[in-house]
């Protein structure tokens, strides 16, 4: 009896477990899925500190289930849902069989080319410092540039101006005419000596 007892016992967890393994489990809810914080750094103006913090998207994009944004890809060869702009005025579009064919725009008259030499107006100088290597009043400054310390010699344009103190060994800036190819300067100054700055 015993015996019998245990083999219909163990018949009915066989036929219970085979009959839970053949019914559906009930379905799961689908995993809402959510981004990992992220850390953020937003600049900010010069001499003030940026702003650092911690961000969750808050998933307003389709996301995948690992967490990342769904995007669609373009589709160039798809055609465009956006209907046609209307042609400005004066100009005529093209339809049917000559749709191929660019439409020609309306007939804008094209002057004539300037003529004539070319002008400049406005600051056209540049202005270069260095040291008096030589001086001869009225004709050239010869200066060696400061930036490169290679000697050049600039011819002084009649009724230039040549600063007092101008004289060899002296810091000087000279203003050259650009308009002469770089040849000519108009004005030597003494650059005045840099003023001691107080220590804070």
């Known amino acids: 009896m015993r015996a019998a007892r245990l083999s219909l016992g163990i018949s009915f967890i066989v036929l219970g477990a085979a009959g839970a393994a053949g019914a559906e489990p009930p379905p799961t809810p689908a995993a809402k899925p959510e981004s990992a914080p992220q850390h953020v750094t937003a600049p900010s103006l010069p001499g003030q500190q940026n702003r650092e913090g911690t961000v969750r998207p808050d998933g307003s994009l389709p996301m995948d289930s690992e967490g990342y944004a769904v995007t669609t890809t373009y589709d160039g060869t798809?055609?465009?849902?956006?209907?046609?702009?209307?042609?400005?005025?004066?100009?005529t579009v093209v339809t049917g069989s000559a749709a191929g064919v660019p439409a020609r725009g309306p007939n804008v008259?094209?002057?004539?080319?300037?003529?004539?030499?070319?002008?400049?107006?406005?600051?056209?100088?540049?202005?270069?410092?260095?040291?008096?290597?030589?001086?001869?009043?009225?004709?050239?400054?010869?200066?060696?540039?400061?930036?490169?310390?290679?000697?050049?010699?600039?011819?002084?344009?009649?009724?230039?101006?040549?600063?007092?103190?101008?004289?060899?060994?002296?810091?000087?800036?000279?203003?050259?005419?650009?308009?002469?190819?770089?040849?000519?300067?108009?004005?030597?100054?003494?650059?005045?000596?840099?003023?001691?700055?107080?220590?804070?």
């Open 78 to 91: 798809a055609p465009s849902k956006a209907s046609p702009r209307p042609a400005p005025k004066g100009v």
């Open 109 to 200: 008259p094209i002057g004539p080319a300037p003529t004539g030499k070319g002008t400049t107006t406005g600051a056209n100088y540049i202005t270069v410092s260095g040291s008096v290597v030589a001086l001869e009043p009225g004709k050239s400054v010869t200066i060696r540039l400061q930036r490169t310390g290679v000697e050049n010699t600039y011819k002084l344009a009649p009724g230039a101006t040549v600063g007092k103190g101008v004289s060899t060994g002296k810091l000087v800036r000279v203003r050259v005419l650009a308009a002469e190819k770089g040849k000519v300067a108009d004005k030597v100054d003494v650059v005045p000596p840099l003023s001691p700055t107080r220590a804070n």
